[in-house]
């Protein structure tokens, strides 16, 4: 059965490449000290904001807590599974890419599973925390149903996010280096999903639920956890957000494909 | 059926022509042409089972890029490959599984894993059973010498060391084809010689078919009989090593050390091609004259000290070709 195999591979490849990252312990630890040191530097500065004006478009201290951890908890398990895509131009740029064209498996897959990037404790450390302490000051009701829900959501979130990454990447099969793209698109797109996107211009919010869906990773599927409006939008969009996960990341497979198809026969 | 059928092949590269200067590169930042470079221009040839076959030419001669076409890594413009029955490009993971891939610059193995992990990788990806496993491994462990250094991670094997390592690690699931891309680059003389055993080995015992691309000409001499020479695209010459080696190994060179170097030297039959103090170099073609005929010939004018004739190796016969192109022997 081929997809048993592939996640039996998966599996191997996934823990040789957690052990490969683990030679290099002190690097390991500063990375995680560093993401919690960043993101709860966002978080305070978020406090300082409220602290003035109390409401950012209707949205309070601990609802826009609650919209950023949902953001960095997805952004987690997204740089677990996809961040090695984000050095896929090095790899072209060096000739070391060939090696996944010369093995039976599929390239896709042999590229996202040599590296799986453990060092995300930090965003699940800060996540975790802003999600517990949110929720006892909002008493927010986890029901089971509310508990799968987010669930779907994460995954949705990693989909779309971890869809971008390898869209982004994809590029380099064209430009050769694709780094430039990744802060043209990935970083703007993931910053704006730290505030509320109702405190946005239109336009910008229409780009981010239709064109590059950030707004379901967080904001639209908040709504509805925290049952709060979404001025132009119905308020039910959120519940959508696993199905655009699923959508958006197969259409980046897609491309990502394509962009393979023109490295085959261009081979620079 | 030959297990590997080029015909025609073709592969043409679109290059962005980058302009000189500051004000050439904001130019071609809005508007870039392309050159058109024929990286491959019309190669054809037949290699059998268990032949081992040295694919030379110079840099840039488009060696990589047969190669890369061969391994389904690139598609070609034109022309047909079929490896093993396969074409390669349009049934890439199933040529893999007939394949292996040596590319002597860039390791294929897990960088900062212990090395026998990446053979435990392999044996998943290419789904190796257990059994052969075992019997592939024992084998590699002796003849490799891999024991000495299975448990230390790749970054830190020396080259000779992580050469062995790809080779064993390229040969896991016994593909009938083997290409070695540049296999004793940077390898020291007591490496070379281990490798090239190597290679010999399982080139027999397996009847593996080998591809090789190499700079080293000594490698081509002890390793194969055939040879596929190509420049600028196309191919030179494709035949035996024996008998490119008759034809241009004829011209002998002798090298004399003469007491009274002043006085002039003249030779019938040979030509001085170089002086340096006492010494003189005579070049002859050995089927117009031998070389004791030209010793007794400047004996008479002259007292020799020392001497010595050198055979010309194939590296030199490989740049004349290069420089007087290759025109078949007009009888043989």
């Not at chain 2, 092949?9 to 071609?28: D, N, P, V």
Request: proline share 4%; hydrophobic share 45%; charged share 20%.
């Amino acid at each position: 059965m081929a997809v048993a195999k592939y996640i039996g591979l998966y599996f191997k490849l996934v823990s040789a490449g957690i052990r490969a990252q683990l030679q290099y312990r002190f690097a390991f630890v500063m990375r995680i000290v560093g993401m919690v040191t960043a993101y709860t530097g966002t978080a305070v500065t978020m406090w300082v904001m409220l602290y003035q004006f109390q409401t950012l478009g209707d949205w309070n201290f601990y609802e826009m807590l609650f919209l950023f951890a949902l953001s960095i908890l997805s952004w987690g398990f997204c740089i677990i599974l996809f961040f090695h895509f984000r050095s896929l131009d090095t790899y072209i740029l060096n000739g070391t890419f060939d090696r996944f064209l010369v093995r039976p498996i599929n390239p896709f897959f042999h590229f996202m599973a040599m590296k799986f990037d453990v060092a995300s404790f930090g965003q699940f450390l800060f996540s975790i925390i802003a999600f517990v302490w949110v929720s006892l000051e909002l008493q927010i009701d986890w029901s089971i149903g509310k508990i799968l829900f987010l669930l779907a959501v994460i995954v949705g979130g990693v989909l779309i996010q971890g869809g971008l990454l390898v869209i982004i990447s994809a590029f380099a099969f064209w430009t050769t280096k694709s780094e430039q793209f990744y802060w043209v698109a990935m970083y703007p797109a993931r910053n704006l999903t730290y505030y509320p996107l109702v405190i946005y211009p239109k336009f910008i919010q229409w780009v981010t639920a239709f064109v590059i869906p950030f707004g379901f990773v967080n904001y639209f599927p908040t709504t509805v956890i925290l049952e709060k409006e979404t001025p132009f939008f119905p308020d039910y969009i959120g519940y959508f957000s696993p199905v655009v996960g699923v959508i958006f990341f197969v259409i980046s497979y897609l491309i990502w494909m394509l962009g393979l198809r023109r490295y085959k026969s261009t081979g620079s | 059926m030959s297990i590997i059928e080029v015909n025609g092949l073709q592969k043409e590269f679109l290059i962005a022509k980058r302009e000189t200067g500051f004000m050439g590169a904001l130019r071609s930042l809005v508007k870039r042409e392309f050159i058109k470079k024929e990286a491959v221009k019309d190669i054809s040839f037949t290699i059998e089972k268990g032949e081992m076959v040295g694919y030379i030419g110079p840099n840039g001669a488009g060696k990589s890029t047969t190669i890369k076409m061969l391994t389904g890594i690139l598609v070609p413009s034109a022309g047909n490959v079929l490896v093993n029955g396969i074409i390669p490009y349009e049934n890439r993971q199933e040529n893999a599984k007939n394949i292996g891939v040596v590319f002597g610059q860039r390791t294929q193995l897990w960088w900062d894993l212990p090395t026998i992990e990446s053979f435990e990788l392999l044996k998943a990806i290419y789904r190796v059973p257990d059994q052969r496993y075992k019997e592939n491994m024992d084998i590699f462990k002796e003849i490799l010498g891999l024991d000495e250094f299975l448990n230390t991670p790749v970054r830190q094997l020396s080259l000779g060391q992580r050469m062995r390592a790809d080779i064993g690690a390229s040969l896991l699931h016994d593909p009938p084809i083997l290409f070695l891309d540049e296999p004793t680059i940077g390898l020291d003389v007591v490496a070379k010689e281990k490798m090239r055993t190597f290679i010999q080995e399982i080139n027999r015992e397996r009847n593996v078919t080998v591809i090789l691309t190499t700079h080293d000409m000594e490698d081509i001499e002890k390793l194969c009989k055939r040879m596929v020479l190509i420049d600028h695209g196309q191919k030179v010459y494709d035949g035996e090593i024996l008998a490119v080696k008759e034809r241009f190994g004829k011209m002998r060179t002798l090298v004399v050390d003469l007491e009274e170097a002043q006085k002039p030297l003249y030779v019938s039959g040979g030509e001085i091609c170089k002086q340096e103090g006492n010494r003189r170099w005579i070049r002859f073609n050995r089927d117009e004259i031998s070389a004791s005929e030209l010793i007794t010939q400047i004996s008479q004018t002259h007292n020799i000290t020392d001497l010595t004739v050198e055979e010309p190796d194939i590296e030199s016969i490989i740049s004349r070709i290069y420089q007087e192109g290759f025109t078949e022997p007009q009888f043989v």
